[in-house]
């Protein structure tokens, strides 16, 4: 049987013709799935702007460092809104005084100096304190370490960067071929005469076969344990070792000068500065009359000195001679002069002062320069033995505690071939020995040794903030802020503005 | 639709002109600042080019959301653009936000705080989201094209599927020698059940091919023979009511065994071994509805494959814009 005819609207219903105008399960998925996160998206927005703590931990790029953490959701302890902060924002070109510029850094200032590097300096170049010291990076990271890039912009072509144009040379990297030598060893200023080698050797000789040699018999017995070397007996040598003058804890020092004030010189970076009293007496006794213990105290004028030895001779003069104080004058016959005392003390004090002068300045001239060649002169030259030798570096003992005093000192020991005779030999090494340890990891040529490894960029050595005092400690007025705050001002940046 | 033409990149040649060059333009800037400057990192959205790179890259992400309320009928009344344009644009632009956005947060690859590290982890779920979506686009129209000639609008398989089950068991219960009882069932609206009240015939997508080429056409097939022999009626109406219905009505979900090709293939040979010549035509007209069916099951996966990607790109796009104007914002504030 055929099929009957099917009517056309038949056909075209089978499929309804608004269909379309119903939306899927896909598309009302899709639809839900947008609008959940949309409110998501918004939510979590919102939260955070209502939230202040919780919104400065959502936009902050990372934990600040250690020192900052405090100040972790006070975003505008350091930024000002709507104004750069990092010198390589390229909005930074919109403040083009120094004065803008300066205010970006407001925030750091309420607490940090930060001197200029250099009085050359040009000012255009400097960037923000940001620039250099960029923060969020985690509560261990070390802001102050700032990369070499930082430094090498202007220092690869000094001249280009100064307003002077110094005569400087070019540095790439702390390299033989990146870094000049350490310009502050070229020569030693100190005046004193003073050569490692006397002193290091046994008996203090410059020479194995000199006549004189010291003793430990020969030390005052209330100093010569310091001096005394393990399993010595008085009969023996003097055998001075690096220690036996250079300390570098204080407590050492206190321990044997009781210098209260040397407690407070060092952090153990640097060697505490040679004494006379503690380091020298032992053996130079500074008695202003010879094989007497009448000693004259170290570091006086040569105007100081007469007057010590005159108030010395005539307290002595009127011990031996008591009646003089006893005697009187003739009474005045009017018409005619007072007959002065007999002279006699005066010229015996006269002589005495002259004649101890002489002894002493034999004994200054020993280890010190004169400022006129006289016999009796006793201006001496300033010892100026510097106590930082480095002026545009720092350096620390204590970190290099670990390696022997010969590694970077071998000229200082009587025992090396060209071990120094002259005060004026500058005894430090350079930049070579240095590089030693401080360059790259790297195997030795000779050797399967690996060298290198200890860090090497510029802040290794180098302070950018005043830098040529570089040794300035954290208490220095140079590191200080614009202002002082009360502790709820210094926790709180608003507070801290209003102080302002 | 296919976005990448088969053969060669033909109309999109511009758009990638405009990708390359930009990318080697954002490249050459970016790097050139990064040389010369003396900041000890790589320039970072605050510097000049990654500041460009980034305004540019904010500005190409907010024309490629803009695509989705262009679709919208009111916006599309507005007629901005074709849709083809549109989507070359939205291909290759947002191709060229990635070396734009790499410029912008710097070559050093700190993402910052939680707001850039989503918005950065959208940025690249957005993205790989899109990439993967074309490439679908690439290759499921062309499997539709090829596997299912049978193909219906997506969102009328259900109700197809329930069409043609009412057909076949209505020639089914005709060569029983029954009647059918959809024009009773209270689910059917007025329309459906005009559509199938005591008719003799069925009305049935029938998938014809000429050649290689393939398609579907709508016919109208008449009642078959009518089994005489009652137990082979029952054998029928069995099968039918067991395996075939629901299979139709339900699809894989049915668990049938007529799901799998080969299996459908046998039963519907037992069932040809077991009726007479005369009801071989219904027989084969039920396993056209069961291929049918089957390739409404593809189509439903493919689809859901084609376009169930956007459910993922579209919410993602819309988390990564409002994110976006709060880093715009906090980015300015604090930089």
């Not at chain 1, 972790?72 to 919109?94: G, K, S």
């Not at chain 1, 309420?110 to 923000?128: D, K, N, Y």
């Not at chain 1, 261990?140 to 400087?168: E, T």
């Amino acid at each position: 049987m055929p099929p009957p005819p099917t009517p056309a609207k038949q056909r075209a219903s089978r499929i309804a013709l608004t269909y379309y105008s119903k939306p899927d399960a896909l598309t009302l998925w899709k639809v839900a799935a947008a609008g959940l996160a949309l409110c998501a998206a918004l939510g979590w927005v919102a939260y955070g702007a209502l939230v202040p703590d919780e919104g400065a931990a959502r936009v902050s790029h990372g934990p600040l460092c250690q020192a900052h953490a405090t100040w972790d959701t006070q975003c505008d302890a350091c930024h000002v809104d709507f104004q750069p902060i990092r010198a390589d924002a390229w909005a930074v070109a919109w403040y083009k005084s120094a004065a803008d510029r300066a205010d970006l850094d407001r925030g750091c200032r309420r607490c940090h100096a930060g001197p200029a590097h250099h009085a050359a300096q040009i000012p255009a170049e400097v960037g923000t304190c940001a620039s250099c010291h960029q923060d969020h990076r985690g509560r261990q990271a070390d802001i102050r370490r700032v990369a070499d890039q930082h430094c090498l912009a202007c220092h690869r072509l000094p001249a280009d960067h100064s307003q002077r144009k110094p005569d400087l040379l070019a540095v790439t990297s702390f390299s033989a071929d990146g870094h000049p030598e350490f310009r502050s060893l070229k020569t030693d200023p100190g005046r004193i005469k003073f050569t490692h080698k006397r002193h290091h050797a046994a008996g203090c000789v410059l020479h194995p076969d000199d006549m004189v040699q010291k003793k430990l018999a020969d030390l005052d017995p209330a100093v010569r344990d310091r001096y005394r070397q393990q399993g010595q007996s008085d009969q023996d040598l003097v055998q001075l070792d690096c220690h036996s003058c250079h300390r570098l804890d204080p407590a050492d020092a206190t321990a044997t000068a009781g210098d209260a004030s040397w407690a407070a010189h060092g952090s153990g970076a640097y060697y505490l500065p040679i004494s006379f009293d503690q380091h020298c007496q032992a053996c130079h006794e500074l008695s202003y009359e010879a094989g007497t213990a009448k000693p004259v105290p170290h570091g006086l004028t040569a105007a100081q000195i007469d007057v010590f030895l005159q108030d010395a001779y005539r307290r002595e003069f009127l011990e031996e001679n008591p009646a003089t104080l006893e005697e009187t004058l003739p009474r005045a016959v009017p018409g005619r002069a007072v007959r002065p005392a007999a002279p006699r003390g005066r010229e015996f004090i006269d002589a005495k002062v002259r004649q101890a002068q002489k002894h002493l300045s034999n004994r200054c001239g020993q280890c010190h320069y004169f400022e006129e060649e006289a016999p009796t002169s006793l201006a001496v030259q300033a010892a100026a033995i510097p106590q930082v030798w480095m002026k545009k570096a720092v350096f620390d003992h204590a970190a290099h505690r670990a390696v022997s005093c010969r590694a970077c000192h071998p000229r200082a020991f009587s025992d090396a071939a060209d071990a120094s005779v002259h005060e004026t030999d500058v005894l430090i090494a350079n930049r070579d020995v240095c590089l030693e340890c401080h360059q790259p990891a790297q195997q030795e040529a000779t050797s399967a040794l690996q060298v290198g490894g200890a860090r090497h960029d510029c802040v290794e050595c180098h302070r950018y903030h005043a830098a040529d005092q570089a040794v300035h400690g954290r208490g220095s007025p140079l590191r200080d802020g614009e202002h002082e705050f009360l502790i709820q001002e210094f926790f709180n940046a608003a507070a801290a503005d209003q102080a302002r | 639709m296919l976005l990448l033409p088969r053969k060669g990149l033909g109309l999109h040649t511009r758009w990638i002109v405009v990708f390359l060059v930009g990318t080697l333009a954002a490249s050459l800037g970016y790097l050139i600042h990064a040389f010369t400057s003396s900041t000890a990192r790589w320039p970072g959205g605050s510097s000049l080019p990654g500041f460009v790179c980034g305004v540019l890259a904010g500005g190409i992400i907010l024309f490629e959301f803009f695509l989705w309320p262009r679709k919208w009928p009111r916006v599309r009344a507005w007629r901005i653009g074709r849709t083809q344009v549109w989507l070359r644009a939205h291909i290759w632009l947002g191709l060229l936000t990635v070396p734009l956005v790499i410029y912008h947060h710097g070559l050093d690859f700190h993402w910052g705080g939680q707001l850039t590290v989503m918005l950065m982890v959208l940025f690249w779920c957005v993205i790989a989201s899109g990439i993967f979506g074309l490439a679908l686009q690439q290759v499921i129209p062309r499997m539709m094209f090829d596997a299912l000639p049978a193909e219906t609008i997506y969102s009328q398989v259900g109700h197809v599927a329930r069409q043609n089950a009412r057909d076949a068991e209505d020639l089914v219960l005709k060569a029983c020698g029954a009647e059918s009882t959809w024009g009773d069932a209270d689910e059917l609206d007025a329309e459906d059940r005009e559509l199938v009240t005591a008719r003799s015939y069925a009305i049935a997508t029938t998938v014809r091919s000429v050649g290689r080429t393939q398609g579907k056409s709508l016919g109208t097939d008449a009642a078959f023979a009518t089994v005489e022999d009652p137990t082979v009626a029952l054998y029928l109406r069995q099968s039918f009511f067991d395996d075939i219905k629901p299979y139709l009505e339900l699809g894989h979900r049915a668990d049938s065994r007529l799901t799998d090709a080969t299996r459908a293939t046998a039963f519907y040979e037992g069932m040809r071994r077991r009726l007479d010549l005369e009801i071989h035509p219904l027989v084969e007209k039920l396993q056209q509805w069961s291929d049918a069916r089957r390739q409404f099951d593809l189509q439903s996966r493919l689809h859901h494959w084609l376009h169930g990607w956007l459910a993922i790109h579209l919410p993602l796009s819309i988390a990564l814009v409002v994110l976006l104007l709060a880093h715009v914002y906090y980015a300015v504030k604090y930089w």
